[in-house]
């Protein structure tokens, strides 16, 4: 295995990998017609480390990534996708890929394989990190405050996340959108805390109007600018004084 820094992953670098395996398939391609023997340095299979994915050579002129997925510096999924093209000068497609379906490699490969190689292996590697980030960062939640939260909703890649939270006289939703696959923090956010008509604070007249909710502002700060788990942590922390705030406030109007 070579390890290989950002400045050596470049259009050379994948050119070279490309040129080997389809100088290798040509060779066994003429082993068929004559005793030719195999090029022993391409059997031995050398890949290439870039950060957490890994390029690799294989049969039929295909070239392999291996994507390493982590979370809190422990490893998680690993992913791989082939791609193949059919001389040295036509562009590669994807024959192969074990990706979760609901992430958009096609769209992907349409955007950047074919223009810009390196772009699509990289954008993909980007695609995975963050989609783990998003999805272990709720499973944390679940494992660590579960028994606080009511419903929780997410969406298959994880970049909308809805949960309740029923404390302190009051009903408060989450939810949080990603605008693109390669965030790990939200682009929106939104939390809401609603009078519960049993509350203590609410008169008679407020319990028969629909309720109002308030927007907790410092909640929404605090998911823009903090893991999911830590954010949530914040939360609970500042609700009792947020709520007393704003118990007051529309006391006073």
């Known amino acids: 295995e070579i390890s290989i820094d950002d400045e050596q992953w470049n259009d050379g670098l994948l050119a070279t990998i490309r040129e080997k395996v389809h100088i290798e398939a040509e060779r066994k391609a003429m082993v068929n017609l004559a005793n ?3 090029d022993s340095q391409f059997q031995s299979r ?37 791609l193949e093209s059919k001389s040295f000068l036509e562009k590669m497609t994807v024959t192969e890929h074990t990706l979760p379906f ?14 810009n190689a390196i772009r699509f292996i990289d954008h993909l590697e980007e695609i995975l ?36 939270l029923e404390d302190f006289e009051c009903k408060v939703t989450v939810s949080i959108r990603y605008s ?5 923090l939200p682009s929106q956010a939104r939390v809401l805390a609603w009078p519960l008509r049993s509350a203590k604070r609410i008169s008679a007249a407020d319990r028969r109007a629909q309720p109002v909710p308030s927007r907790l502002s410092y909640a929404e700060n605090a998911l ?19 709520l007393k ?4 406030s529309q006391e006073s109007d």
Not at 102 to 115: A, G, K, M, Q
Not at 245 to 248: D, E, N, T, W
Request: hydrophobic content about 35%.
């Open 129 to 164: 990190q963050s989609y783990i980030d998003r999805r272990e960062q709720v499973r944390l939640i679940k494992e660590l405050y579960g028994n606080q939260i009511g419903e929780l909703f997410y969406s298959l890649p994880y970049t909308l996340i809805e949960f309740t």
């Open 36 to 38: 030719i023997p195999t």
């Open 224 to 242: 823009k600018t903090l893991s999911l788990p830590e954010a949530y942590a914040e939360i609970v922390l500042e609700l009792p004084r947020a």
């Open 102 to 115: 609901f992430l958009p490699i096609r769209e992907v490969e349409t955007d950047h394989l074919s223009s």
């Open 245 to 248: 705030q704003m118990f007051y």
């Open 46 to 82: 050398t890949t290439y480390r870039i950060r957490n994915k890994v390029i690799y050579c294989l049969d039929g002129a295909r070239i392999g990534i291996q994507y390493e997925t982590f979370f809190a510096g422990e490893p998680c999924e690993i992913y791989h996708c082939v």
């Open 180 to 184: 693109d696959l390669i965030l790990t």
